[in-house]
């Protein structure tokens, strides 16, 4: 089923973006070496709740943090605690989502934890070039394979992979809604894409294999081989103008 929103939930839908892109725009300035993940999803929380809005994962399927906070080789769902704590040559994944008046926002960043390897920042940048190169082809018109198979190209050329078990999706009254937005396709194929529809387009992309499996916490998903891996994700409304990019602040 293809969900659409009309102009009154687009209004709302970009309220909780906004709130989201600022909030990871914030997160971003607290990044440094020495604190922990913790501290990160307080701070965040906070952010978002002075703007009238409600962390969209907290509580979402059990999960017991506002953000998913995830290091290194874990790819998505990592779990803030006091225990874990930034140092110098991570790459640090914040994903958050802002709940206002029941609309929601989802969006991730790759931020470096002080001095990373060049190889790290060469894995952030693809990672976010393959969500632009995706997000171009999310246009009245179009299909889901054309954004799945645009952001593919990109990684691949890259001797990355994308993780294939988790995707991106639709997202608005629901944090995730129909259509799944799969980082992998061929063009032409999957549901068309129709104004008014919103969706998160998240590559996820290994500097290896792209196999990822689930800890004994039932949440954090880290790359088999142990491999660098990075995630980059906006809201995007498709529009007659073109892709929108809901989540955007201009921060990175
Ligand atoms: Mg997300
Ligand atoms: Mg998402």
Known sequence: MVIVKNSDQLKLMKIACRITGETLAYAHELVREGVSTKFLDTKIRAFIEKQGARPSFLGYGGFPGSACISINDEVIHGIPTEKRILREGDIVKIDVGACYRGYNGDSARSFPVGRVSDEALRLIE???????????????????????????????????????????????????????????????????????????????????????????????????????????????????????????????
């Open 126 to 252: 693809t990672t976010k070039a393959s969500f632009f190169a995706g997000m171009e082809k999310a246009v009245v018109g179009g299909r889901i394979g054309d954004i799945g198979s645009a952001v593919e190209n990109c990684v691949t050329s890259a001797g990355y992979t994308v993780v294939r078990q988790y995707v991106g999706h639709g997202v608005g009254a629901e944090l995730h809604e129909d259509p799944e937005v799969p980082n992998f396709g061929t063009a032409g194929r999957g549901v068309r894409l129709y104004p008014g529809m919103t969706i998160a387009i998240e590559p996820m992309v290994n500097a290896g294999g792209h196999t990822v499996r689930v800890l004994d916490n039932d949440w954090t998903v880290v790359t088999t081989d142990g491999s660098l891996s990075a995630h980059y994700e906006n809201t995007v409304a498709i529009t007659a103008n073109g892709p929108e990019n809901l989540t955007d602040v201009g921060d990175s």
